[in-house]
Structures are given as structure tokens and as C-alpha cells.
């Protein structure tokens, strides 16, 4: 097999609407950065503009980065902590009460290795319910992390996390189950 990345660098990957659309985000992500750090629902307002799903008292700071707003769901009560970067080429969800520490990078988007055009893949990741994600931690394409799962802090997680399940480490591997009662709002 030959690798042809020529054709994968003139491959029409999105719609004019979508590049349309990343235009005018570029603008909008410039005003996402300039509002103060405590004003959390205005940050909210302008990803819902940008048609992001985000639930209530959600706090995104302005240091986040994220790649297409339409390509994001967030739960109520979840927080997204400084320069953690949002890579939503596919579909992102986050859960309610979820956290994602500081300079975590959630990665929606990758190419087929096996492919000699090296396709680009859009693929989802999806976060369950009351899961924090420390600090630099790396998800990847087509990762689920269950309910109440820990990823550690600089884990690099690569295939699905169990619910109630602590991660760490590059692979990400089991550390311990999590016991925690949730109390039900």
C-alpha cells in the first residue's frame, strides 16, 4: 500500500455551509475569549447562538477552546476548566455534574491510519453523569466514559471508561472502582 496524502489534503471533508459556519464562529470564539472570566451564561449564550445544546449554571471558561459549537452538548451543573480544548470534529456530550479539569483535550476527530488517503474521521465521544476528568487528561475518538468515572490526572484514555471505575496512567488503565453515593436532585 502506497499513502496518497495529496488526495486527503484535497478532500472535501465539510459542506460550505459548514465552513460557512466556522467563519463566522472564528469571530464569535474571538468574543467567547474577551468576556471577563465570572461571566459563565453569557460564554453559554454565545455557544447556544452558535447552536451548542447547554444545560443550566454551566461554567465554561474563557480559555476554553472549542472547535464547532454545533457539535457540543453539555448538562446542567458542568464545569470546563482552563485551556481544556474541545476537538468536536464528531459530537461531543457531556453529562450533568461533570468535570473537566484544567488542559484536558477531548479529541472527536481523527484519520484511518489504514486507509492510503488517510480519511478524516468525525468520530463522537460521549461523558456520562457526575465523571470528573482531571487535569491534562487526553479522551480520544469514540471513547465513552460511564457514570461516576474518574480519569486521572495526564491519563490518556483510548478505549471506554467503566462507570464507577478510576483510570490512570498512559494507557489509561483500571485503578480502583469509585464508591460514592449521588444524592438525586
Same mark, same amino acid.
Given at each position: 500500500?502506497?499513502?496518497?496524502?495529496?488526495e486527503?489534503r484535497n478532500? /472535501?471533508?465539510?459542506?460550505w455551509q459548514?465552513?460557512?459556519?466556522r467563519?463566522?464562529?472564528?469571530?464569535g &470564539?474571538?468574543?467567547?475569549?474577551l468576556? =471577563?472570566?465570572p461571566?459563565? &451564561?453569557t460564554?453559554c449564550?454565545?455557544?447556544?447562538?452558535?447552536g451548542?445544546k447547554?444545560?443550566?449554571?454551566v461554567?465554561? @471558561?474563557n480559555?476554553? /477552546?472549542?472547535?464547532?459549537?454545533w457539535?457540543?452538548e453539555?448538562g446542567?451543573?458542568?464545569?470546563? $476548566? &482552563?485551556r481544556?480544548?474541545?476537538?468536536?470534529?464528531g459530537k461531543?456530550t457531556?453529562g450533568?455534574r461533570v468535570t473537566?479539569?484544567? $488542559?484536558?483535550?477531548?479529541c472527536? $476527530?481523527?484519520h484511518? @491510519?489504514?486507509? =492510503?488517503t488517510?480519511?478524516?474521521?468525525?468520530t463522537?465521544?460521549?461523558?456520562g453523569d457526575?465523571?470528573?476528568?482531571?487535569?491534562d487528561?487526553?479522551? *480520544?475518538?469514540?471513547?465513552?466514559v460511564?457514570? $461516576?468515572a474518574?480519569? *486521572?490526572?495526564?491519563?490518556v484514555?483510548?478505549?471506554?471508561?467503566?462507570?464507577?471505575?478510576?483510570v490512570?496512567?498512559?494507557?489509561?488503565?483500571?485503578? /480502583?472502582e469509585?464508591?460514592?453515593?449521588v444524592?438525586? &436532585?
Amino acid at each position: 500500500m502506497t499513502l496518497r496524502i495529496s488526495e486527503n489534503r484535497n478532500a /472535501k471533508n465539510y459542506s460550505w455551509q459548514v465552513q460557512g459556519a466556522r467563519i463566522a464562529w472564528a469571530l464569535g &470564539e474571538l468574543i467567547f475569549r474577551l468576556i =471577563p472570566r465570572p461571566l459563565f &451564561e453569557t460564554r453559554c449564550w454565545i455557544l447556544r447562538f452558535f447552536g451548542a445544546k447547554i444545560g443550566r449554571r454551566v461554567h465554561l @471558561y474563557n480559555t476554553v /477552546k472549542i472547535t464547532f459549537p454545533w457539535q457540543l452538548e453539555i448538562g446542567d451543573d458542568t464545569a470546563i $476548566g &482552563e485551556r481544556a480544548r474541545i476537538y468536536n470534529l464528531g459530537k461531543i456530550t457531556l453529562g450533568r455534574r461533570v468535570t473537566v479539569s484544567q $488542559g484536558c483535550h477531548l479529541c472527536a $476527530g481523527s484519520h484511518d @491510519y489504514q486507509s =492510503p488517503t488517510m480519511d478524516l474521521q468525525k468520530t463522537p465521544i460521549t461523558i456520562g453523569d457526575d465523571v470528573w476528568i482531571c487535569a491534562d487528561a487526553f479522551l *480520544g475518538p469514540n471513547v465513552n466514559v460511564g457514570n $461516576g468515572a474518574i480519569v *486521572g490526572a495526564r491519563a490518556v484514555a483510548m478505549k471506554d471508561v467503566p462507570a464507577w471505575t478510576v483510570v490512570a496512567g498512559n494507557p489509561a488503565t483500571h485503578i /480502583k472502582e469509585r464508591t460514592l453515593r449521588v444524592d438525586s &436532585e
